[in-house]
């Protein structure tokens, strides 16, 4: 879904987030909007948002080629939030670190989290692991527990 560009709800400035249950020696992301920690061998990369859409992501590359990747994106209408936020099939919203998302597994691969705050930003929280090991699974879940947006309200009715 691209963002629409009708008017945005009012725009509340937040500080900056502080990442959540971060293991000693982990680096920390600090985004415009979000923070996010990873294990000291982890790197990470910005990525322009889709054309047509105002954003930004950033991709967190392991060692052994592991990806995590978290999309934010801006200026979603109220029809658009109220769309996104209808009930998944998956299942009710989980919380990943807290926050409560919508998560879906797609082609048995691709683990994805979906959040939408009362400011009418969504972040995705996409990994590419669901044929890796148990560990492995295990330690992405981690990091994206350390997820913070700058406002952690959500927008959709839970």
């Known amino acids: 879904m691209t963002p629409s560009s009708s008017a945005a709800p009012t725009t509340t400035i937040y500080a ?3 990442p959540a249950n971060v293991p000693t020696g982990w680096q920390v992301y600090s985004g ?3 923070t996010i920690a990873y294990p000291p061998d982890w ?3 910005t990525n322009s948002p889709p054309t047509g ?3 930004m992501s950033v ?3 392991g060692p052994g080629g592991d990806q995590i990747t978290v999309q934010e994106l801006y200026g979603f209408s109220d029809s658009q939030v109220r769309d996104s936020c209808r ?5 009710p919203p989980m ?4 926050i409560p998302m919508t998560y879906e597994v797609v082609e048995g691969v691709y683990r994805d989290w979906q959040f939408f705050n009362s400011q009418h930003d969504s972040y995705n929280l996409t990994v590419l692991d669901g044929n890796q090991p148990q560990a492995t699974q295990a330690l992405h879940d981690q990091i994206l527990a350390t997820f913070r947006p700058d406002d952690p309200t959500p927008g959709c009715s839970q």
């Open 16 to 18: 900056p987030p502080t």
């Open 32 to 34: 415009p909007h979000f």
């Open 43 to 45: 790197s990470y990369k």
């Open 53 to 55: 859409s105002t954003g």
């Open 59 to 61: 991709t967190l590359k």
């Open 87 to 91: 009930p998944n099939p998956n299942g």
């Open 95 to 98: 919380k990943l670190g807290g």
